[in-house]
């Protein structure tokens, strides 16, 4: 019973984290990039776009200005021009070709 309690108090933790969120997908830029790929928000919220204008999508949303949709900062959107996830790098997926381009999209 104590160990339920504790992982269901672990899983609680890690579900509210925010580190674990996108950078918010209501701003106006953000809505400007979902415009561009051809989407709604309500097709973003329920899930219906597919990966070829997602992906696109994300990038675009988290280059706006300074202040806008920061959250996931140059990391992610440099992991996303080179092709791979944060999942990935911690599994050691990556291959050299994308560390490379990440590298490059992150000024080293």
């Known amino acids: 019973m104590k160990k339920t309690i504790l992982t269901a108090l672990a899983l609680a933790a890690l579900a509210a984290s ?3 969120a ?6 106006p830029h953000a809505l400007a990039c979902m415009k561009k790929y051809g989407f709604t928000y309500a097709q973003w919220r329920a899930y219906a776009v597919p990966a070829e204008k997602a992906n696109p999508y994300r ?4 280059a706006a ?5 920061s ?4 990391s992610g959107a440099c992991q ?8 990935q790098n911690e599994a050691g997926q990556v291959t050299p ?6 590298e490059r999209c992150m000024g080293m």
């Open 18 to 20: 925010p580190a674990l």
């Open 80 to 87: 996303r021009k080179a092709g791979f996830t944060q999942a």
């Open 22 to 27: 996108e950078p918010s997908n209501s701003t």
């Open 71 to 74: 959250g996931m900062g140059k």
């Open 65 to 69: 200005p300074a202040g806008e949709n």
């Open 59 to 62: 990038a675009c949303r988290d």
């Open 97 to 102: 070709a994308q560390r490379q381009k990440w």
